[in-house]
């Protein structure tokens, strides 16, 4: 994989290849989640544009389907099936902007995407700031989510094959400001893995982040004594992130990696597509967040990342 | 002393297989789980579920029993419900009725597969007659008898089935539906021919599943079908968190799992803990002991208990004595009554005082007239005035002992994995002190007891879906008994329960967070009413589990109860000062800031949140 990655100051709709189907959220309460401009581009290439919404989910199987409008045509797909993903997108190279789509709906189209051999991309559009929480505590500075569904596999990503030997696995999260995801994760596991090697983004979208990873998540650290086992990849990039879950491949060939992405979104994005391709070595392991309206707020920096 | 440090640090039973010879200990229900019935092995996460399961694991019982494999009086195996697999088995895309044949062919290719490996232990071991035969087996999965000979290509071919369902449950619209073998059947036809083709006389065959908790309440119904249904030589033995059954329903509608007619009910906590507690210990202490390592071998020789009278004296009952003496020392009729009376008791006139507001000399004289009524008043007040004694002294570390067999087992309340964590962590605390004086003093384990209330708050809010929601309602409401305690002043003394009062909607909100604290380990409830039906009971009243008594510094043992309006607990999740203001009542005065515990008050941010 190339690391082709550019970054903008804001989104232009002359960013998107005129052959490629422009793929984003249909609606959302976060200024980053759903930019103006879409309804711009929409307007100007109807067919070659699906906004995609979700409806508020309650239970686990409401993640597995989700209405995609192109023109004037909506249409409920199901998430696990490739077929009709590739359907819908008329098997044209995809411009998926991750930043308003929650992870159960871009990483089934990102594996549909990869999987049919079309070109894909993504963009993802920095928020200005989050949150913060009237009563923090410890691990929760920001007020990012109302709760999650619990451990379930994103759509298409079940791993129900493996028998491992539960002392073969190195448990590898993503670490983000919600302290308890990664907690909760680790929590699932009993035993817990012998290896534990959270990921951090460093340098930070903002300066101050990594330290504010590190804060919200002391609880997690402290409990499997990871601070000298942190590996770092920028936040904004997902190749890294590719390349370190490589290199622990190597650093552990006979184990499994259970990698949880529940830090920033290009570090997700960077963990999906390695699942993608060692499905086999890689088991995803994701709780699944409800996410509270306006959880962040503003538009920063636009970073377009080639995929496929 | 690394073999000191590391006595007591092994709490989780899949890390142990080198030391689970020595260390294993037969928990008093085992003969319940040896029995030829189903039975539900019921606990929180560190109960010792999983090592019991384990240890029924022909490989694992085979050394435990001391018996060859052709004299073991069962063959068990082992399969735990993984939480990141099962939820997978459901969607828009099968009917409900699909998705069940599925999760069913997944569950009888999982377990027939640990029985192939107990097949090829068997071989391994000539346990095996030559008339042992697989092909039934083989063809209820949907193989081809021929090619399938023996337990080598069964499991082989289990493997490959696993795979094409696993492409399925990710795409079912577009992959070839896989073969969907019948519910149970496999697994019965394997039990069988095991039984018939091995050389093992008449055994059972146990299959220990864990963390049934895991399983969504369909697959519960599933799965209790396999229970209801099973017949010897199988049986089934599942582990489950306190209300993680959640569902007694089979497959057949009418037709529901009940005890004791299909399994039996072990509850962990409640069968003999502080026996096999003290046990376990005792075990690794005499392992230690026979190494050369300076311990006893007795658990109480080993952790030191104080008496109230020793720990008022500990904590400082001579500098409210003395304070007495001198207020009451120019009274002539108390002269002698003064003279005879220890620190201690003076210490409790003074907290007498502070809580009735009757004058020092009154209450002494009434205590010289009538000493009976006086002791028994000691007798029943002197362990809520230890919390007293330190109030407002700043820079005070200690405000109260948390030691002793009782009081550590006390705490642990029935959990293995926190009565070991308590020792361990003792093991440290004094360590840190200086050299190892062949025993833990109290200090130590004091110390221990708040460092294993801490590392379990910070557990709590990842251990759930609600974690945070749970952490969040403990930490407010150890923060209210915590105030109690130190002001226990026209209050019933150790008040440390709740009931959650008023309207049945706030109120069931609250239970739901509740029982799912109890489920792990947050809480627990305390006097079950009436069931609503045979697996859902309503839980009356509650207490923080006992394991943070110490880090909220209040009392162990479970004792009074307060009415806790629903509604104010609800608002800890906003607004934790309006919450405490209204549990504490309006005209209570909270601990200052600077006198607050330093383990409490790194949680000010909290406390001090909401709007006022």
């Known amino acids: 994989m190339t690391s082709d990655w550019t970054i903008h100051d804001r989104f232009e709709p002359n960013l998107i290849r005129p052959d490629e189907m422009a793929v984003f959220a249909g609606g959302s309460s976060e200024d980053r989640g759903r930019i103006s401009l879409w309804d711009d581009v929409q307007n100007h290439r109807p067919t070659r544009c699906i906004s995609i919404t979700t409806p508020p989910p309650t239970v686990p199987s409401d993640l597995l389907q989700a209405t995609f409008t192109c023109g004037k045509i909506a249409r409920t797909v199901h998430l696990r099936s490739t077929s009709a993903i590739v359907e819908i997108t008329k098997g044209r190279g995809l411009f998926l902007d991750i930043s308003g789509l929650p992870h159960h709906v871009w990483a089934p189209l990102l594996r549909a995407g990869i999987s049919s051999g079309v070109s894909v991309r993504a963009m993802y559009v920095e928020p200005e700031r989050y949150r913060h929480h009237s009563s923090p505590s410890s691990n929760s500075m920001f007020d990012l989510s109302t709760g999650n569904l619990g451990l379930s596999p994103l759509p298409g990503f079940a791993s129900i094959s493996s028998n491992h030997d539960p002392r073969q696995q190195v448990f590898v999260p993503m670490l983000g400001f919600e302290g308890t995801r990664a907690l909760y994760l680790s929590q699932q596991l009993d035993p817990s893995p012998p290896h534990t090697i959270p990921i951090v983004g460093v340098p930070g979208f903002r300066p101050e982040y990594p330290t504010t990873t590190i804060a919200c998540n002391l609880d997690f650290l402290d409990e499997f004594d990871a601070y000298s086992h942190i590996r770092m990849a920028p936040a904004n990039d997902m190749f890294t992130i590719v390349k370190i879950l490589d290199t622990l491949r190597k650093e552990f060939p006979s184990f499994r990696l259970l990698v949880a992405p529940v830090g920033t979104k290009p570090h997700a994005l960077g963990a999906v597509v390695y699942a993608i391709r060692e499905f086999s070595h890689v088991e995803l392991m994701y709780d699944n967040p409800i996410r509270r309206p306006q959880r962040t707020f503003g538009v920063g920096k636009v970073h377009i990342y080639t995929i496929s | ?612």
């Open chain 2, 1 to 612: 002393m690394d073999k000191l440090r590391t006595l007591f640090s092994d709490y989780r039973a899949e890390w142990s297989s080198d030391l689970f010879d020595n260390f294993f200990v037969i928990p008093p229900y085992f003969a319940e789980l040896e029995a030829p019935n189903s039975c539900k092995l019921m606990g929180g996460r560190g109960t010792g579920k999983t090592t019991a399961l384990q240890s029924l694991r022909f490989d694992v019982a085979m050394p435990r029993l001391g018996q060859p494999p052709t004299k073991m009086p069962y063959l068990g195996i082992y399969l735990r419900i993984n939480k990141n697999r099962v939820p997978v088995f459901d969607g828009p895309e099968l009917s409900q009725k699909d998705w069940d044949l599925l999760f069913c062919h997944y569950i009888n290719l999982l377990i027939c597969l640990e029985l192939c490996h107990l097949t090829k232990w068997l071989r391994v071991n000539e346990a095996l007659s030559p008339e042992f035969q697989i092909s039934t087996t083989a063809l209820s999965l949907g193989g081809i008898e021929a090619e399938i000979c023996d337990e080598v290509a069964l499991e082989s071919y289990i493997i490959r089935s696993l795979i094409a369902a696993e492409s399925y449950v990710n795409n079912p619209k577009d992959a070839n539906p896989v073969f969907r073998s019948m519910a149970e059947s496999p697994v019965r036809y394997f039990a069988e021919a095991i039984s018939n083709g091995s050389l093992v006389d008449a055994p059972l065959i146990f299959c220990c599943i864990d963390e049934y908790e895991n399983l969504t309440d369909r697959q519960q119904a599933l799965m209790n079908t396999y229970i209801k249904h099973a017949e010897p030589p199988l049986s089934y033995k599942f582990g489950v968190r306190q209300h993680g059954l959640r569902t007694h329903k089979t497959r057949n509608q009418n037709d529901l799992l009940n005890t004791p007619d299909d399994y039996r009910e072990v509850d962990v906590k409640n069968t003999r803990f502080e026996e096999f507690a003290e046990s376990v210990a005792t075990r690794r202490l005499t392992v230690a002991h026979e190494g050369g390592l300076n311990v006893p071998t007795r658990l109480s020789d080993f952790i030191q208990s104080l008496s109230l009278v020793e720990e008022a004296e500990l904590l400082g009952a001579s500098k409210h004595a003395n304070s007495v003496r001198e207020q009451l020392e120019p009274s002539a009729d108390l002269q002698t009554w003064l003279s005879s009376r220890t620190d201690v008791e003076l210490c409790f006139l003074a907290f007498w005082h502070e809580k009735t507001t009757t004058s020092l000399e009154q209450l002494a004289l009434a205590w010289k007239k009538n000493p009976t009524e006086w002791r028994t008043r000691i007798g029943n007040h002197l362990y809520a005035s230890i919390f007293w004694i330190s109030k407002g002294w700043k820079g005070k570390r200690i405000r109260k002992y948390y030691s002793g067999p009782k009081t550590l087992l006390g705490m642990a309340s029935g959990n293995i994995r926190y009565f070991l964590e308590l020792l361990d962590e003792s093991v440290s605390a004094q360590l840190e002190i200086g050299e190892f004086p062949g025993h833990i003093e109290p200090k130590p384990q004091t110390v221990a007891a708040k460092r294993v209330g801490a590392r379990r708050l910070k557990q709590l809010g990842g251990l759930t879906e609600n974690g945070i929601e749970i952490k969040r309602l403990v930490l407010g409401i150890g923060r209210v008994f915590f105030e109690r305690a130190r002001s226990p002043l026209k209050r019933a003394p150790e008040v440390n329960q709740f009931l959650v009062t008023g309207s049945a909607e706030d109120v069931e909100i609250v239970r739901r967070v509740l029982v799912e604290g109890v489920s792990h380990l947050a809480f627990e409830s305390l006097k079950p009413t009436k069931a609503t039906s045979a697996d859902e009971k309503q839980d009356a009243e509650y207490r923080l589990h006992p394991i943070y008594s110490a880090y909220f510094e209040y009392a162990h043992r479970s004792k009074r109860s307060a009415k806790f309006p629903a509604k104010s607990i609800l608002k800890f999740e906003n607004n934790p000062r309006q919450a405490m203001r209204e549990l504490l009542g309006d005209d209570f005065t909270t601990v200052e800031f600077e006198d607050l515990p330093e383990q409490i008050a790194i949680f000010s941010n909290f406390y001090e949140g909401g709007e006022s």
